[in-house]
């Protein structure tokens, strides 16, 4: 194997960032997505997210990179 086809299969390293945001929307999870690290990485994990009132979803500021998923209910 040539050094060319080594560089091609290199595995990426994957950036995950999990933070408790304690259900608090203006004060930390809208700051915590504004941060250029976090937006940079490819799974953001959110634990006790605030919860929209007015429909089932939460604060997504992100919807041109991330997708949001929710766990499975019971």
């Given at each position: 194997?040539?050094?060319?086809?080594?560089?091609?299969?290199?595995?990426?390293?994957?950036?995950?960032?999990?933070?408790?945001?304690?259900?608090?929307?203006?004060?930390?999870?809208?700051?915590?997505?504004?941060?250029?690290?976090?937006?940079?990485?490819?799974?953001?994990?959110?634990?006790k997210?605030?919860?929209?009132?007015?429909?089932?979803?939460?604060?997504?500021?992100?919807?041109?990179?991330?997708?949001?998923?929710?766990?499975?209910?019971?």
């Open positions: 194997m040539n050094h060319h086809n080594r560089q091609q299969h290199m595995p990426k390293e994957l950036k995950i960032y999990q933070y408790n945001v304690h259900i608090s929307k203006d004060v930390v999870i809208a700051q915590f997505l504004r941060e250029e690290e976090v937006v940079s990485a490819d799974i953001i994990a959110i634990q997210p605030w919860e929209n009132p007015f429909q089932d979803s939460t604060h997504h500021p992100l919807k041109q990179t991330h997708e949001l998923l929710y766990p499975a209910g019971n």
